[in-house]
């Protein structure tokens, strides 16, 4: 066997070909659902987009439900790796109420928001993607709660109505996000104040005061 070139590309194997097809797939899959929407949806369009051959996609995904549900847990999986990037880059400090508020926003926005909202949408009628999405939200949801706890810290998450203010934030940030379109951004920037003022108020500047008084923060 004729011995390769030095400095010729290395050929990639049938898993690495494979692997890249399958991303291509997968992210024209999510562009399809923000651009046509869910309904439009078809293997034809995604093969399209994806620039593969129908051969090669239906290879991989030979039903539409399959390439679905492979597109919601690939939808997930980014959605998580956003959000620890970004958790990652945090600010040091005792008070990160501002930019905990931003972190959260930033995953309620962009193209993998607008992917998710179209799917949660068609799954209202439709019983095999609701239940496909399901565990994917539940499990994205108790990422942010996660995150959150460690991001605020564990004296401020201690405070008795810490997990209802932040369910409450959670819910509030996400119908914000979805009524955005809608709404012009200065209302939107006046939910944002109030929110981060709210949450200052039930659970920042109580333990602040405590920690003043010489207390070690409220307790449940």
């Known amino acids: 066997m004729p011995e390769a070139k030095a ?7 049938q898993g690495e070909r494979r692997a890249a097809t399958k991303h291509l797939v ?23 987009r994806a620039g593969v051959s129908r051969g090669a996609q239906l290879h991989q995904y030979p039903t539409r439900q399959a390439l679905v549900v492979a597109a919601i847990e690939h939808l997930a999986a980014l959605r998580a790796a956003e959000l620890r990037a970004a958790a990652a880059q945090f600010p040091s400090g005792v008070d990160r109420t501002a930019a905990v508020l931003d972190l959260l926003l930033s995953q309620f926005s962009g193209r ?6 179209e799917l949660l ?6 019983t095999a993607l609701r239940e496909a999405l399901i565990p994917f939200e539940r499990d994205l949801r108790r990422l942010n709660r996660s995150l959150l706890n460690e991001l605020f810290g564990s004296e401020l998450a ?33 939910q944002r104040a109030v ?17 003043a008084a010489g207390g070690s923060g409220p307790r449940s």
Request: proline share 4%.
């Open 7 to 13: 400095g010729a590309p290395r050929r990639r194997t």
């Open 26 to 48: 997968l992210e024209a899959t999510i562009d399809c659902l923000v651009e046509d929407g869910y309904f439009r949806l078809s293997t034809g369009r995604v093969a399209d």
């Open 112 to 117: 993998l928001f607008q992917a998710g909202v």
């Open 121 to 126: 949408a068609a799954a209202r009628t439709d």
């Open 158 to 190: 201690e405070h008795p109505d810490y997990r209802e203010v932040i369910g409450l934030v959670l819910n509030a940030v996400h119908g914000a996000a979805l009524l955005r379109t809608v709404q012009p951004d200065a209302a939107f920037d006046r």
């Open 195 to 211: 929110l981060e003022r709210m949450i200052r108020a039930l659970l920042v500047e109580p333990l602040s005061a405590a920690a």
